[in-house]
């Protein structure tokens, strides 16, 4: 079990992204001459900062770039933009056994409690867990909680796969014919994605990483062209299914084929009855899909509940 | 909390709000007649008509309400500015409104309210749009550097600000009809419903050419002589094809709906053009009327608008008022047996379609609607009897005045009683009931 508050390591404020990315390319580049050692266990540390300040004008960016209102609680994916770069300096530590540089984002699982205001002041931790095997390589949890004041407002457990890693025993390798096939649901609505999607993201977000940015650099790095962020899909996702959230929000989202840039992403949004623990204050259930109508194949599922 | 007016709780009318007359300029084809005309010129042009149709020059008139869909933020009183150009008398009040394509109804609704209440006696209520002289906007990035630059005070900041510009934030930014919540454009949304409905491409075609046949019969009558004046060369709404056939229109290629798995079945000609016009309707109290010997042609009776969430898949855009029909009815002991005519609004033939279907199924009417079973079903002898929007054309504001003119006529006619169903933009409709004088 990771994440007790023994090990924690108290950074002095969130790292910078860009440097994380250079230090894990040079991680890399010696593990691939054979230097340094492999570990085979994630860290038990927890890195965390506390009382981080949210930039309003940086809010009121990302805001406008994901066409929801300029409110002044904060969209819950912008809480994982603010405490991203803590989860990132843990994949960055020369101790974490995955390569960070073309790790791919598989789900993320967001448990929200309440609202949070600009004006607060955000405690962020984030560790690494249950690193098992994929099919495809090697996955681990990243867990992200923020607290305000003592009281934990918003958990965030992103799931990454590092393609062609051995760690202990293999999996049985997964054919495509085992998953069903994809039936597109009804559209309501689409997203177009111009080229330039992917740079606007990293300016509001800070998450610079190159296979975003523009299609040699995405290249260099094994994509077929830039590919649009996740987070930024998952944004839109939270902010369209659920448009004026005012208590706890709960949503995932399930990464498939990355949405090429310039691109577009046919949408379904449709709201279904919630379950059987479902109270009067609490709303439906908003299930999304995302796909490319062309390649008829999906970008991503998701849902978000509020309440 | 759902609000449901109902007749126990509507409040008695002490006064009835009655339909005088209509003008309207013929409807032009974007870049045709209307291509140099703006939105000011051509709503003073139907309000100069009026005014000359019903001797109102100099008058006085309680309130004007018109407003355009495509509003350049320059005409943000257009309706007061066509006032002030116009041979109304400079005392006259207006105001703007804007509810996407029902905006010409709702001016009705909301100036007839106003005479029922008694704050006036007279109203002009309409609507005009320019789908050529669209207001363009610089896009979203110069925006923001030219409100930067004018709030800098130093050199520096003022070179920080237009440090900011790119080449591309010089392309300008046309209007589009495209949903801000779904990106999706009317039409595509429309061929959603449409398939979901299926509705067959001859039955939008059939309803397409009777559009063309029934406005095509209404101008031989003459039925338009004295709900019309003359624009820019133009006498007939320059897209109507008299002699278009269900022939002609199987030929065409359809335009919406071809991403999906069904068959695609829009076409040009099923499916409205843009289009320029204005229409405005004088309204008044019975005794504004008799007082000024003018005519009256029918009574407003009720209105009511209503919207569905067409973001989570719950409901097709323009299916708003398919919801509010029920009530609307329900309100007013009335079933659609009780109707004469029937104005529904031809956005798309699809659009009429699905709302004739959805009232027709037991089980949507059950399950979606709460109702106890079908609605009913609308005598198609009876819909949209002078041709509607596929012939006539749209101008999205334009229209509402359009069809209050003409049932309103139709029932000083023949009598009976009158229903009116407009969609709009956003999920949301407005629909209204109109009756003859006893």
Redesign the interface.
């Known amino acids: 079990m990771n994440g007790t508050a023994a090990d924690d390591v108290t950074l002095p404020e969130a790292p910078e992204l860009p440097t994380l990315y250079r230090s894990a390319l040079t991680l890399a580049v010696q593990r691939r001459a054979g230097r340094g050692d492999v570990p085979t266990r994630l860290p038990a540390a927890r890195h965390r900062v506390d009382r981080v300040a949210v930039d309003l004008g940086a809010l009121t960016r990302f805001q406008q770039l994901l066409?929801s209102p300029v409110r002044d609680q904060l969209p819950s994916a912008y809480i994982h933009t603010i405490a991203f770069p803590v989860a990132m300096s843990v994949l960055a530590r020369t101790d974490f056994p995955l390569p960070l540089l073309g790790m791919v984002h598989l789900r993320n699982e967001v448990h929200q409690v309440r609202q949070v205001g600009f004006h607060e002041k955000l405690d962020v931790v984030a560790f690494a867990e249950n690193l098992r095997a994929h099919p495809a390589g090697m996955q681990a949890d990243l867990v992200t909680q923020v607290d305000i004041d003592g009281e934990q407002v918003w958990t965030g457990r992103s799931v990454y796969l590092a393609r062609g890693v051995r760690i202990g025993p293999a999996m049985g390798e997964r054919h495509d014919e085992d998953r069903p096939p994809f039936v597109?649901p009804?559209?309501?609505?689409?997203?177009?994605l111009d080229r330039g999607v992917g740079r606007r993201y990293a300016a509001v977000s800070g998450d610079w990483n190159p296979i975003h940015l523009s299609g040699p650099t995405a290249k260099a790095l094994g994509m077929r062209g830039a590919i649009a962020h996740g987070m930024y899909l998952a944004a839109r996702m939270v902010d369209?299914?659920v448009p004026a959230p005012s208590g706890a929000l709960q949503w995932r989202v399930d990464f498939a084929a990355p949405v090429l840039l310039p691109g577009t992403v046919?949408?379904?949004?449709?709201?279904v009855a919630s379950g059987i623990d479902s109270g009067a204050d609490s709303g439906a259930r908003?299930d999304v899909v995302g796909w490319s109508?062309k390649r008829k194949r999906p970008h991503f599922t998701g849902s978000v509940r509020a309440g | 909390m759902a609000d449901q007016a109902g007749a126990s709780n509507a409040a008695p009318s002490p006064r009835t709000a009655v339909v005088i007359g209509g003008n309207r300029i013929p409807f032009a084809r974007a870049g045709g007649a209307y291509a140099y005309s703006s939105n000011k010129d051509m709503l003073i042009a139907a309000l100069d008509g009026l005014v000359a149709r019903f001797g109102l020059q100099g008058e006085r008139i309680g309130e004007v309400a018109a407003g355009a869909v495509l509003k350049h933020s320059r005409d943000f009183n257009l309706t007061r500015e066509a006032v002030l150009g116009s041979a109304l008398s400079a005392a006259t009040p207006a105001y703007d409104l804007q509810q996407a394509c029902a905006t010409g109804l709702e001016t009705v609704v909301g100036l007839s309210n106003k005479i029922r209440l008694g704050q006036i006696e007279s109203g002009i209520a309409g609507g005009v749009d320019s789908a050529s002289d669209a207001p363009i906007a610089v896009s979203e990035g110069l925006r923001r550097v030219l409100l930067d630059l004018s709030r800098a005070r130093t050199t520096q900041q003022k070179i920080k600000a237009l440090g900011k510009l790119r080449p591309k934030d010089l392309a300008p930014n046309a209007p589009t009809t495209g949903e801000p919540r779904t990106g999706l454009s009317m039409g595509e949304h429309q061929a959603l419903t449409t398939a979901a409905w299926k509705i067959s491409r001859e039955a939008q075609d059939e309803l397409a050419y009777l559009s063309h046949r029934n406005l095509a019969a209404a101008y031989e009558r003459g039925f338009f002589s004295d709900l019309m004046t003359p624009y820019r060369g133009l006498t007939r709404d320059a897209n109507l094809r008299a002699d278009t056939s269900l022939e002609k229109l199987a030929t065409l290629k359809p335009v919406f709906g071809k991403s999906l798995d069904t068959t695609a079945t829009m076409t040009a000609g099923n499916s409205t053009p843009l289009t320029d016009g204005a229409a405005v309707v004088l309204l008044g109290s019975e005794e504004y009327a008799t007082a000024n010997n003018l005519p009256m042609l029918a009574n407003i009776v009720d209105a009511e608008a209503s919207a569905v969430d067409f973001v989570h898949g719950e409901e097709g855009l323009l299916m708003a008022a398919v919801h509010g029909m029920p009530r609307l009815l329900a309100r007013n002991g009335l079933t659609f047996d009780d109707f004469d005519f029937f104005e529904i609004h031809e956005a798309f033939a699809g659009t009429v379609l699905s709302a004739l279907a959805a009232w027709e199924d037991e089980d949507y009417c059950k399950r979606v609607l709460g109702l106890d079973g079908a609605l009913g079903s609308i005598d198609r002898s009876k819909l949209n009897v002078n041709g509607s929007s596929l012939a006539a054309g749209h101008p999205f504001a334009a229209t509402g005045g359009r069809i209050v003119a003409s049932l309103a006529k139709t029932l000083s006619e023949k009598g009976g009683r009158g229903l009116i169903s407009i969609c709009a933009a956003g999920g949301q409709g407005v629909i209204a009931i109109l009756e003859a004088r006893k």
Do not use: H, K, L
């Open positions: 066409g597109a009804a559209p309501t609505g689409v997203w177009r369209q299914a046919t949408t379904s949004f449709t709201r908003v109508a």
